[in-house]
C-alpha cells in the first residue's frame, strides 16, 4: 500500500510545541505513513530551541525570518516558499496549526496545489477579528480552506459548526500542547540560574507574569506593572518571576515600572523545557498569552488572563482561569483575591482541565489514517472527566 506522505507546516515556537508531538506520532507508522516537515521559520532562534527538544530536523526551512518583517513580509515570503516547497514534495496532506500567519499561508499554499489541508486546534474564536490580531482571522481563513478539523474542545466544534462547517469534517481530540507538557515536565527540574532557583526555593508565593500581545502595548501594559508594583508593597511574602519578551517595546515598559524593585525577577525568555518546569513551581500566573491559557491548568495554577477576550472559553467556564483585562484595580484585586483567599485559590487550583488527556496527537493520526483508507480504526473524540 503506498503510503501517505503527510507534510507538518509550522514556523514559531508555539506552533513548534503542540506540532512536535504530532511529527512524533507519525513517526511510529513507517509502513503506512511518509512524514515531511516544513518549517518556514517566521521565528528563528525560539523554533530551533523546540525541534532540539524534540529531537526533530526539518526537511525544508525556509529561514523567512528578518529584523523588522511585517505580516505583509511574513505572508508573502511564507507563501511563495511553501509553494515552491509542494511543488517539489507533492504531499498527500498539509497539516497546519493553530493561528499564525505561518499557518494561514501554509493553508492557502495548499489550497492553490489542491492538496487536501488539516487544521490543528481549530476553531478557536473570540468573535473580534481584531484581537487577538491577526491570529483570530488566521484562524478562521484556514477553516474556509481546510479539509479536517481537529477542533481541540466541543466549544471549538461548535463554533466550527455556526460558520456551516461540514460535522463529518470536524473532529474534537483535546489539544496537542497537554501531549507535550506531558513529555516535558520534570520533578526533578534544575534551574541554570543561581537566582532562579534561589526564589523557587524561597517561602514566597511566587507569580509568573508574561506579557507579549500587540493590543496591550503601552498603557495597557503600564497599567498592569502599577497594579503589580502594589501588589509587592501590600504582600510582603510575594515574589515575582518576569521572562521578559524580546519586543523592545515591552521591555523599556517593565524596566521603567518593575525594574528597580526587589522581590521582582526580570529574566530572559525561557526555552520550552524550563519555562514549562518554571509554570510548575510557582503559585500563580498572569499571562496575555493564549497557550498558558492551556498548560496553566493542566499543572494546577490558577490563571488570570490579561486581556478582554479569549479564544479559549473552557477554562473560563471550568473556572481554572479568569478573564480580567489590563486595568489597575482589576490586576490588584484578583491577584490580591487569589493571595488572600486560600478557598478561592483551592478552587481555580483544584478545577478540571478542559483541554486534553495526553492523546491528541495519537487522534490525529489514526484519523487521517482511517479516512485515507488505512487498516487503522478511528479513536473515539476526546472528552473531559468533569
Avoid at 91 to 101: A, E, Q, R, W
Avoid at 213 to 241: D, T
Amino acid at each position: 500500500m503506498k503510503k501517505l506522505k503527510i507534510m507538518a507546516v509550522f514556523g514559531t515556537r508555539p506552533e513548534a510545541i503542540k506540532m512536535c508531538p504530532v511529527v512524533l506520532e507519525m513517526q511510529k507508522y513507517p509502513d503506512f505513513i511518509e512524514p515531511v516537515v516544513a518549517v518556514t521559520a517566521q521565528h528563528r532562534e525560539m523554533l530551533d530551541q523546540v525541534l532540539q527538544l524534540f529531537g526533530i530536523v526539518p526537511d525544508y526551512d525556509l529561514n523567512i525570518m528578518t529584523s523588522g518583517q511585517t505580516l505583509y513580509d511574513v505572508t508573502r515570503r511564507a507563501l511563495e516558499g511553501l509553494g515552491e516547497v509542494l511543488a517539489e514534495s507533492r504531499p498527500d496532506i498539509v497539516l497546519v496549526h493553530g493561528d499564525t500567519t505561518t499557518t494561514f499561508a501554509g493553508a492557502l499554499a495548499a489550497f492553490y496545489a489542491q492538496i487536501k489541508v488539516a487544521h490543528v486546534e481549530a476553531g478557536l474564536r473570540t468573535g473580534d477579528k481584531y484581537s487577538p490580531f491577526p491570529e483570530e482571522m488566521n484562524r478562521k481563513l484556514t477553516a474556509s480552506l481546510a479539509d479536517f478539523h481537529f477542533a481541540p474542545t466541543l466549544t471549538s466544534r461548535n463554533n466550527l459548526l455556526k460558520e456551516n462547517i461540514e460535522p463529518g469534517s470536524i473532529f474534537v481530540t483535546g489539544n496537542t500542547v497537554i501531549d507535550a507538557l506531558i513529555k516535558t515536565i520534570t520533578p526533578s527540574w534544575q534551574f541554570e540560574d543561581a537566582a532562579l532557583r534561589e526564589v523557587i526555593s524561597s517561602n514566597d508565593r511566587l507569580i509568573l507574569v508574561t506579557t507579549h500581545r500587540r493590543e496591550n502595548l503601552g498603557a495597557p501594559m503600564r497599567h498592569v506593572y502599577q497594579a503589580l508594583r502594589e501588589v509587592l508593597a501590600a504582600y510582603g511574602n510575594v515574589s515575582i518571576i518576569f521572562p521578559v519578551h524580546k519586543n523592545p517595546k515591552v521591555r523599556e515598559i517593565v524596566e521603567q515600572e518593575l525594574g528597580r524593585l526587589d522581590r521582582v525577577h526580570l529574566i530572559e525568555p525561557l526555552d520550552y523545557q524550563p519555562f514549562a518546569n518554571l509554570m510548575a513551581k510557582v503559585d500563580i500566573v498572569l499571562t496575555d498569552s493564549g497557550g498558558i491559557q492551556e498548560e496553566a491548568p493542566a499543572l494546577g495554577k490558577p490563571v488570570l488572563v490579561l486581556r478582554d477576550t479569549t479564544e479559549r472559553p473552557e477554562a473560563v467556564a471550568a473556572g481554572t482561569v479568569k478573564l480580567i483585562g489590563t486595568g489597575y484595580e482589576d490586576v490588584l484585586r484578583e491577584t490580591g483575591r487569589l493571595l488572600e483567599d486560600d478557598a478561592y485559590y483551592r478552587r481555580m487550583a483544584d478545577a478540571c482541565n478542559p483541554y486534553g488527556d495526553g492523546r491528541a496527537a495519537e487522534r490525529i493520526i489514526k484519523i487521517l489514517l482511517a479516512a485515507s483508507g488505512y487498516p487503522i480504526i478511528a479513536p473515539k473524540e476526546f472528552a473531559p472527566v468533569i
